[in-house]
């Protein structure tokens, strides 16, 4: 069905998203595709990308960021038509990693005006 168990790393404040691919069923059986965590509050149903054909596990960076730091395991199942329930994926590892390398620049005076302080090949302050 999915492959393996994968270890999910996010960093807190980060965009994520990770692509899962079912095998071995027709699509039309398939109700839903549903990742789940308790210990991080996380029960979402993911979309389906025709262009990629792989269901997508998405979490913005308003949401990782309320995000405990922690490890702990996730579930990957799948909900079919008929009503039947199949975990693809049990016990997954997932880890939510705190950010330690902010990238200041990109907000940054010095660094919007850089060109001002590079002169004849060197940085002058």
Known sequence: MVKGNVEI?????????????????PLPLIEGVYFSCYKLNICQKLEYDNDIQRFKFVLQPSETKELNDIRTDYDITIKFNDEKIKTASYRGSIVVLPKTNEVGCLNNEWWRNRNYFWRWGRFRY
């Not at 790393?9 to 069923?25: A, C, F, H, P, T």
């Open 9 to 25: 790393k996010i960093i807190k404040g980060d965009y994520y998203q990770k692509n899962v691919l079912v095998e071995n069923v």
